[in-house]
């Protein structure tokens, strides 16, 4: 698995696998901080809780996944950061953007 080159065969590569599927197909990879993983972000029921929060209703994976690479960015902080960040603090996330829209 390790000597696989480049995002895509590294991503079909573990996906193969029973139960592997979008979300752990890229957090495997990031866990171990691979290089072709490093604009990612795993997209699980806590980052869709956010995104909709936000107001970002796509069902589709990778609008949801693009449109926080590019808030990590607009952050300063790599994809993986942001990752880890949402899903260490999603109930905080959540708080703040509710309590932001009931001050608008």
Do not use: Q
């Not at 390790?2 to 866990?31: E, P, V």
């Not at 990752?83 to 996330?93: A, K, P, S, W």
């Amino acid at each position: 698995m390790l000597a696989l080159s480049g995002h895509k065969a590294k991503f079909d590569f573990i996906t193969k696998f029973h139960g592997i599927a979008a979300k752990y197909g890229r957090n495997i990879w990031m866990d171990l901080a691979d290089p072709d993983f490093e604009t990612c972000i795993a997209v699980d029921e806590r980052v869709k809780a956010i995104a909709k929060a936000l107001g970002v209703s796509s069902a589709k994976y990778a609008t949801v996944e693009a449109f926080f690479v590019e808030c990590a960015r607009e952050a300063h902080l790599t994809p993986w950061e942001a990752d880890r960040l949402m899903y260490n603090f999603n109930g905080y996330f959540l708080a703040v953007i509710e309590d932001a829209g009931n001050e608008a």
